[in-house]
């Protein structure tokens, strides 16, 4: 996603805001103005002290790309509501960096701003732009009349206060939602509490809490690394798992289970060809399923078609069973699956050849999608607590797609969903809640494939709320061309969980980032936000009960850290700190969000490539196939 808005890119002569001379009275105040030739009174100085800018005029126009309308696009959910960075309950607001309306009775700033000042003194304003009128820091008089100049002290104090400002007023403001105290509670890095709108007051988050407690020393070592395989062309290696026993992972034509500490072989499974589908779900006695070319590449067949579906019993290492099918519209031919999924004992592929859905434990074919004159076929599925498909019809050139609640036994719709036209794909991000993401109209502009999220009543296939989630603030992910792909992101407690985008911190030098998210009845913002911390960046990787567990990306001096943040209070726990040696830390950051898959439970965290291909020099030295961190 695009950068925020930044400063000027030109300082003043003499360094990023340094002052010419320093004014009369200290360093720091405000320059009189020269007099005025008609005998007028000179004009008051900006409130905020040294850098705050100018208010414009009343007959100014917004700058260019301004929002002249608040409504459904840069951080507006549907219906008119501001989006996550604007103070709630208030009048549309003006574009970046124009001065704000006040908030009645909360003079407080939000994120980017020093907290803790002496009782009685103001806030000062950051670089670019003012959110609330301010009340000037205290001045001596420029008459030399009537009040005590500042002492040398206090000036210093002032003007570097200033100065730090400018620094911090550089990134974005992120805002939470709420009033009065709990607005500054938002702000804290440690979390906040909320209140109206049926928001959380405290207490366990609806969901429950969770397993995952706070280590009594949370410094991690690396338990084991896997190299990767050597291919001649690009390869996927999707899928991952985590049971009682063992850290199961796809290989080369096989899938391997491994010990959590050692990382030694406890089994293998050979394959007659390449996993080319994997579900990221599992049953309850640890059981899933995947997809798999008939062959492996030869001369005569360089590709081999993904048509095999199998059921994997991860406990004991076996292949339960495997087996291909035919679609009504492909004559003898085996089907070309894509995707695959399972939602208790119903496992489910699709394609866009055509899709079927078997008994996990059996093999035994449960449906198949019925063949329409009107050209539609499902998709993908979506599994977990319930399936869900999406469905295409129409023509390629005008396609419309419908999300579907199915009973996984039979196949049935039952609710359906016609997605907006302009949705090329959709994503299914969560099947209970069902919440579809989706690029509308190919407005996000950023290749993350959403621009909206859907949340649907899987009941009645009415539609909730749709939540705008604007590229350049939002940083989660879907693979377009793949029905249950999204990563960097979380459901739970009926929310969804995303990180902003990448913007500057508070420090000298490094960008950070934040968890939010959005009530899925309402659609709207909530007050939940929890921060990266400066030069980490984070994003959720899974949910424990009613916690979110999140994966900070590390600055380069550091190791990567696993958090949980509470469901309730949005208070992190630190749960693994990873070395920072260069070598294990470059290792550790050569797997990128987009292509890996992520998996933390009690003390071992498994980063994993879903894509490798052949080494094309020194770059990919540091690349494993996968790196565990253990706290044991």
Known sequence: MTQPPQPPNDPPQGGFGAPQDPPPGGFGAPTPPPAD???KQPATPPAGGFGAPTPPPADAQPPAGAPQQPGPGYGYPQGGQPGYGYPQNQPPQPGYGYPQAPVPGNPQQGYGFPQGLPPGQPPLQGYGYATTPMQQPPQPPQNGNGGKKLSTQMQIIVAASVAVVLIVGGGIWYASSGDGDKKDQASSSSGSTEGKDGENEGGAAPDGAGTEKAPADPKSKVAFQLPLPKVTDVTK????????????????????AYDPAKGTKLWSIPLAGQVCAASRHMSKDYKTAIAFEQSKPSKAAKYPPCNQVGAIDL????????KSVTAAT????AVRFDEITLSGT????GGTEGGAAFDLNTGAER??????TDGCYDKGYGGGEALAVVRKCGTYDDPQLVVQALNPTTGAPLSSYKMPPGVDYASIVSTKPLVVAADVGDTAGDGSGISDFFSIDASTGKLLTRIAADGEKYAARCASTEVESCSQLAVGNNRIYVPTEDHEGTGEYGNTNEIVSFDLTTGKPTSDRADAGNRYTMFPIGM???DIIAYRVPPYDKGGQVVSIDGATFKQTVLMENPSDGSIRDAETSFTPDYSEFRYRDGHLYLASTMVSKPHGSLDESRRLVVSFSRD
């Open 346 to 349: 119903t496992v489910a592929a």
């Open 330 to 333: 492909s004559g003898d031919a």
């Open 367 to 372: 449906w198949k999608p019925k063949a329409t």
């Open 315 to 322: 406990k004991t290492g076996k292949l339960m069973w495997s």
């Open 37 to 39: 030739p008609l005998g």
């Open 544 to 546: 424990d009960g009613g």
């Open 237 to 256: 290696v999707d899928g991952s798992w985590l049971t009682d026993k063992a850290y199961v992972k796809t290989g080369l034509n096989e899938i391997v």
